[in-house]
Nanobody
Framework: QVQLQESGPGLVKPSQTLSLTCAVSRTSITTNGYYWNWVRQAPGKGLEWIGYIVYNGVTLVRPSLSSRASISRDTSKNQLTLQLSSVTPEDTAVYYC??????WGQGTQVTVSS
């Protein structure tokens, strides 16, 4: 089964850029058919889809975040990256990576605070 492992800074100051990594194992991120999603859950709220990067490198970001969020990959490391600029406390959440075939990472807590 595909395994996903998120990592990130934990605490980010407002206006800074958040950068998260998702290490994928047991399959290549370029395997045909895979969509690799970033999803977050803010305290007391439901899951919010942020965007995805497809196995062929195509990306799509939620329109409300498109001016601040970018998704990329490092195929040599088999990793995905989410960058979110100009963060505010409203970006405080647990961030997950997820594959369209059902695998989830354990999530990484990000708190935006000065």
């Amino acid at each position: 089964q595909v395994q996903l492992q998120e990592s990130g800074p934990g605490l980010v100051k407002p206006s800074q850029t958040l950068s998260l990594t998702c290490a994928v194992s047991r399959t290549s991120i370029t395997t045909n058919g895979y969509y690799w999603n970033w999803v977050r859950q803010a305290p007391g709220k439901g899951l919010e889809w942020i965007g995805y990067i497809v196995y062929n490198g195509v990306t799509l970001v939620r329109p409300s975040l498109s001016s601040r969020a970018s998704i990329s990959r490092d195929t040599s490391k088999n990793q995905l990256t989410l960058q979110l600029s100009s963060v505010t406390p409203e970006d405080t959440a647990v961030y997950y990576c997820h594959s369209n075939l059902g695998s989830w990472g354990q999530g990484t807590q990000v708190t935006v605070s000065s």
